[in-house]
């Protein structure tokens, strides 16, 4: 084991500042197909294809509310990996896994997990075909995925053009809500308690969506909302470099009734959350009705929400009155 | 964070037994080109070529021994991943990698695993070309590689066949005693302690090795010897349902000083370590002169220690006499 000194701990260092650090020590694979800090990596395998690959670490003691189950943290484990694959249109074909499991865990929790993956993995229509398991403090479940995509078919973080429209593939606030539901015990109706709960403990990736987008090379840019939606928005824009103007926010009707009940904002509710697993994309305006019809074939929804713009700001637009949407978000290591 | 009762624990289950519960609980991918169990995964992509993919990870509590610095552990998480790539003969092309990372952790701490997780991968001249961090008790590094390969050039676990030749890239002992030499100070001289230190802080995978041997289609089996040595025979033999008859212990030179003045058994350190990155293969007699000379091309050895035999027992042969090898190694959970 490692010392460490934790009397100089740099206090707050954050999750962004963390990879920025990491990132700048690295030799940079010359060509890399898809830069850092986009959703997925990527290696290009010849006639014009490329290789996607995905890694993201689950650890119970950050990622995992307490009433979550083994079962659904290692599906959820499977989601949030497949989500990112989703945002960039490429279909996950086999999946490794790599647990970091406490001693204390008995055979009957193993199931839970070993089943809990697999339910994850045939609900996308993919395998996990490899593995590794190891003694940890924390219960960490690291998911890779892997898949192919005709590199034009990708959609990165970094296309969107100013008149572009932007769209999301449901409604937000749901899981913040319902984390705080759990672990607030805050009032709300048992009809809509159900659904928000539901939300956080039996997440959905948009996979479909992602897939049939791709298809239409309507889409520009495009993230999964896993650290809010404020945040996504801003990461496309940085990416990008481009601003936007919202004008119609996606609030979830369950995040209105929650919010007016418990006298909260729902704005902050809808766009500060995080562990959603929406889809954030930008669609050039020609192409918007073939993306809307690509993604209805599939039985999903696409709902613009606003504009791209020039001027490199992320506004909201309520009531003819203009405010910024803030760069915050979920973050590790912070809060 | 999900409730553990320790109470409840079954204790020792193992890590192999664990990953047997995981396994039974997965769905098959129809046509898996390797089957669970063996050095890597893979996905047949067409053209008889294999994506090749591996994830492992490294937990300091377990993996980690005091005096390792975390540049060292870091470059370590790469060429323990390397090392089964190496095995098989595949090249890794890109690798990601998936950080838990204590609170505690300083900027310079970052830093240095940056840069440990750099050399490691340039070492191996390939590249890291994505992933994650996350807030996690322990100091937890995940790799996953990715390569590409001619499906008939992987060298797998099961193709040993009676009268095939036994061999290894070089001898074994030193990572076992330099762990003891770490943890317990126990007598050594100054000139051999270096190196047995060093084969605990600095290893290295034998890729150069595997590679060149994999092109010349001499190998009919092959594992990395992490586990230790018996328990790599034992892997290899259950896996192509045969045995094994070694003659000659490949036992390092400062194995066998450091065992005669500390009073140890030598072939109890020679056989029964882990850490170790040494290749185990099983070669067609006929073929023995061109894998031997492929592996000194790329400035290696290939060192025969035994036989490949029908009846299905590991055994060795000294001074005439026979005992068997048990079947035994490094296991997480257990000890």
């Given at each position: 084991m490692i010392g460490i000194d934790i009397a100089k701990t740099d206090k707050n260092l954050g999750e962004r500042k963390i990879i920025e650090i990491l990132q700048s020590r690295l030799d940079i694979m010359p060509k890399m197909p898809i830069p850092f800090g986009d959703d997925v990596s990527a290696y290009a395998i010849g006639n014009n294809y490329l290789a996607v690959l995905k890694t993201d670490m689950l650890v119970d003691k950050t990622d995992v509310p307490l009433k979550m189950s083994l079962w659904q943290a290692s599906r959820k484990a499977v989601v949030m990996n497949v989500s990112d694959f989703a945002a960039k249109g490429v279909k996950p074909l086999a999946i490794l896994v790599s647990l970091g499991l406490p001693?204390?865990?008995?055979k009957k929790d193993i199931v839970e997990i070993g089943r809990g993956l697999n339910a994850g993995a045939r609900e996308y229509d993919t395998f996990i075909i490899g593995g590794d398991t190891n003694e940890a403090s924390d219960f960490v479940i690291s998911l890779s995925l892997f898949g192919i995509a005709k590199k034009d078919e990708v959609m990165l973080r970094s296309g969107a053009k100013p008149g572009d429209l932007i769209a999301v593939t449901g409604s937000f606030g749901k899981t913040t809500v319902g984390l705080k539901i759990l672990l607030d015990n805050l009032k709300v109706s048992p009809k809509i308690r159900k659904i928000l709960v539901e939300s956080v403990l039996m997440p959905h990736a948009r996979l479909k969506e992602g897939l049939a987008l791709s298809k239409?090379?309507?889409?520009t840019a495009a993230i999964d909302s896993s650290d809010g939606l404020a945040w996504s928005l801003h990461e496309i824009a940085r990416a990008s470099k481009v601003g936007f103007l919202i004008n119609k926010l996606p609030i979830a009707e369950e995040v209105e009734e929650f919010a007016e009940i418990n006298k909260l904002d729902p704005l902050e509710l809808t766009l500060y959350g995080g562990e959603e697993y929406e889809l954030v994309l930008t669609v050039k305006p020609k192409l918007w009705r073939k993306a809307e019809k690509a993604v209805k074939e599939v039985g999903g929804k696409l709902l613009p929400i606003g504009k791209v713009t020039a001027e490199r700001q992320v506004l909201l637009k309520i009531d003819g009155k203009k405010r910024m949407i803030e760069a915050r978000g979920w973050e590790h290591f912070k809060g």
């Open positions: 001693r204390a865990l008995r239409t090379k309507a889409v």
